[in-house]
Nanobody, 115 residues
Framework: QVQVVESGGGLVQAGGSLRLSCAAS????????MGWYRQAPGEQREMVAD???????IYGDSVKGRFTISRDNAKNTIHLQMNSLKPEDTAVYYC?????????WGQGTQVTVSS
């Protein structure tokens, strides 16, 4: 069983920045991939960014060039640096950890971008 806990959401104006963090309850090296998803009201959950154990990363098309995912292996933590935020980035952001076929989710953190 893996637990992940998000932090760092909040309210920001368009064009601003926020950094989200997600701490895992186990060694990050035992996790196959760890990343961020988001869900806006009335929308499906979508992948924002994902990072594998080897360090490779993928991004959703809507955030490429604006968001960066990074890993702090010593703290079993990943971060999501979000720059040039837009109102359409408003959503609940969820951290997710995948271990083989199991996926674990955090409670989510709200990000609201005002225009």
């Amino acid at each position: 069983q893996v637990q992940v806990v998000e932090s760092g959401g909040g309210l920001v104006q368009a064009g601003g920045s926020l950094r989200l963090s997600c701490a895992a309850s186990v060694s990050i090296f035992s996790i196959d991939s760890m990343g961020w998803y988001r869900q806006a009201p009335g929308e499906q959950r979508e992948m924002v960014a994902d990072s594998t154990r080897g360090g490779s990363a993928i991004y959703g098309d809507s955030v490429k060039g604006r968001f960066t995912i990074s890993r702090d292996n010593a703290k079993n933590t990943i971060h999501l640096q979000m720059n040039s935020l837009k109102p359409e980035d408003t959503a609940v952001y969820y951290c997710s950890a995948r271990v083989r076929d199991e996926r674990y989710w955090g409670q989510g953190t709200q990000v609201t971008v005002s225009s």
